[in-house]
């Protein structure tokens, strides 16, 4: 009885869409993967991260009860923490959540819907393209790629799918930034003259994870499968475990922090990615056997192709002294875009005085808020986590219910992908890195850049 009220349900839902496809601009084809608002839709959980732990699971919980979300398993590596993510999920839900070695053991799971990826920098793509493969949509924390063989194949897969695929660029939900996008994109700030991008930490044990690597054992993990398609080298917990730290596991710095930040550029901007990067970078302050840099500086050259307009956007950061924290600055003629304190002001804008000596007016944007309304992130919520990301994953929890495209959809983590390929390449080789649009790769000192 119940398979054939959620078959009726399912089918009549279905059916209401197909008669309202045309008015809705959607096709009935697209509406086949609709899950009936009675059908619980079963998540699986990919990497019992620190990440997924104490941010996406609170925001996931949210949201789950009104939306009809359940986590039913989840897949880990380490024994270690595969049983500690059970016992904490279960304490959550209430129920039994299978435990699986492995993906390929979670996506045997019958009647999987969509899976929350949270596992190393590197891992991203490729587990994306396993999701999409099992007819599972995906939430998959950024980067989305640290190479670019890795951004295609994903990119390819996903877009030969129909499932909803969300880049965790949590930025793409929140109201001062939407605000933000409309304000540049309405023509209101003027063109933009420059980018000022910044996140600075003063942390010696950010992205260590010292206790738990003494804990790590070989035969506790499947090694060889954790590389996936990294070159072979001999098991290390602390490529395991602090995989941040170490290239080619994670690019540090422009994987983990420069891909939001530069997110927003190509959101606000509409370009997919930098004409041309320079950087440099190193290991100044804590030095423990890391390969990633704890300081560094990247400049971009942005614009349309082939052309003399653009602007320029710096992103530096480093980890042995916080001033400056985190924030994103934008400059135009007329004053600047600041989402530190959300608001557009005339501060550094073309004053009379200045204007008049060359015969020009003054150009002094008006004062606006980015956010005069509280973020809408969870009604009637708990807001664990934080307000961005509760927002973004709510966002997801809606378009696989409704087949809509998410606020950060697959092209987002393509386009931050290049970016954050580009600065790589540029540290790591020393030279200016472009982007070869017909060939789709970062090309430094003249060769292709792989690792």
């Known amino acids: 009885m119940e398979n054939s009220r959620r078959k009726f349900i399912k089918q009549s839902a279905i059916f209401a869409a197909a008669t309202y496809a045309g008015t809705m601009g959607m096709s009935a084809k697209s509406y086949g993967r609709i899950i009936g608002a009675n059908d619980r839709v079963r998540v699986g959980v990919v990497g019992f991260s620190d990440r997924f732990k104490d941010t996406l699971l609170p925001c996931f919980l949210n949201h789950n009860k009104e939306l009809n979300f359940d986590i039913v398993g989840l897949s880990d590596l380490w024994n270690y923490r595969r049983d500690l993510g059970i016992a904490h999920l279960k304490a959550k839900f209430g129920h039994d959540i299978k435990a699986c070695r492995n993906n390929d053991e979670l996506y045997a799971t019958k009647d999987l819907d969509a899976v929350i990826i949270s596992t190393a920098d590197f891992q991203h793509a490729l587990h994306t393209i396993e999701a999409v493969k099992a007819s599972c ?99 290390d917990p602390r490529k395991y475990l602090e995989y941040r730290l170490f290239w080619p596991y994670s690019s540090g710095m422009p994987g983990q922090w420069m891909s939001h930040q530069i997110d927003t550029v190509h959101w606000f901007t509409n370009l997919k990615h930098p004409r041309s990067v ?6 100044y ?4 056997g890391r390969r990633n840099w704890d300081s560094m500086v990247a400049v971009f050259d942005y614009g349309q192709p082939d052309t003399t307009d653009g602007f320029q956007v710096t992103f530096t950061s480093r980890m042995q002294n916080s001033v400056g924290d985190v924030g994103e600055v934008y400059y135009s003629n007329g004053g600047e875009l600041n989402l530190i304190t959300n608001k557009v002001s005339p501060k550094g804008g073309l004053k009379e005085r200045e204007a008049a000596a060359m015969g020009l ?36 929890m809606e378009c696989v219910r409704s087949r809509k495209t998410p606020n950060a959809p697959v092209e987002a983590g393509y386009s931050h992908s290049i970016a954050n390929i580009m600065t790589n390449a540029a540290v790591r080789t020393g030279a200016k890195a472009i982007f070869d649009e017909n060939r789709q790769e970062v090309i430094a000192n003249g060769k292709v850049f792989k690792y």
């Open 137 to 235: 949509d995906a939430y998959v924390e950024k980067p989305f790629a640290e190479t670019m063989d890795d951004a295609k194949a994903a990119f390819k897969a996903v877009k030969a799918s129909k499932q909803i695929v969300q880049i965790g660029s949590q930025r793409r939900s929140g109201e001062n930034y939407t605000n933000a996008a409309k304000f540049i994109q309405d023509g209101k700030f003027g063109p933009i003259t420059a980018v000022d991008l910044v996140w600075n930490v003063n942390q010696p044990g950010r992205w260590r994870r010292p206790d738990l690597v003494a804990k790590l054992k070989e035969e506790d993990i499947d090694w060889k499968r954790f590389l996936l398609n990294r070159p072979t080298e001999a098991f």
């Open 278 to 283: 320079v950087a440099n970078g190193g290991i």
């Open 285 to 288: 302050t804590w030095k423990d």
């Open 361 to 396: 007016k003054a150009n002094l944007l008006p004062e606006f808020d980015l956010s005069k309304t509280e973020i809408k992130a969870a009604t009637g919520a708990n807001m664990g986590g934080d307000s961005l990301t509760s927002g973004h994953m709510r966002n997801w």
